[in-house]
Nanobody, 126 residues
Framework: QVQLVESGGGSVQAGGSLRLSCATS????????MGWFRQVPGKEREGVAG???????LYADSVRGRFTISQDNAKKSLNLEMNSLKPEDTAMYYC????????????????????WGQGTQVTVSS
């Protein structure tokens, strides 16, 4: 059974930093695609950052240069380092994974992923 468990959310002032982690049971997958998404109530889910099985990353324009996605060496954790946070970064953040090799350009599409975590809330105050 695939498990994705997010942690690290919280409240921070604008300009601050947070590090999200997603504990995964997907480390046995040789071709996994992994990603972070966020959603605000009443709005569509947005792809934030993704990483493919070769380690190539893709970021949404809104977070490029501020957020960094990474995996630990054992691929048991997917991380999202968030710096220079803005109030518009406030959202529920979700970890996502899929065992199939995916195209780099599809990393920020929700339809790429089969498995999702329960989410962790990030609140940025001005």
């Amino acid at each position: 059974q695939v498990q994705l468990v997010e942690s690290g959310g919280g409240s921070v002032q604008a300009g601050g930093s947070l590090r999200l982690s997603c504990a995964t049971s997907t480390y046995t997958w040789s071709k996994a695609c992994m990603g972070w998404f966020r959603q605000v109530p009443g709005k569509e889910r947005e792809g934030v950052a993704g990483i493919d099985s070769d380690g190539f990353t893709l970021y949404a324009d809104s977070v490029r240069g501020r957020f960094t996605i990474s995996q630990d060496n054992a691929k048991k954790s997917l991380n999202l380092e968030m710096n220079s946070l803005k109030p518009e970064d406030t959202a529920m953040y979700y970890c996502a994974a899929d065992p199939r090799r995916c195209a780099w350009a599809s990393l920020l599409r929700g339809t790429t992923y089969t498995y999702w975590g329960q989410g962790t809330q990030v609140t940025v105050s001005s």
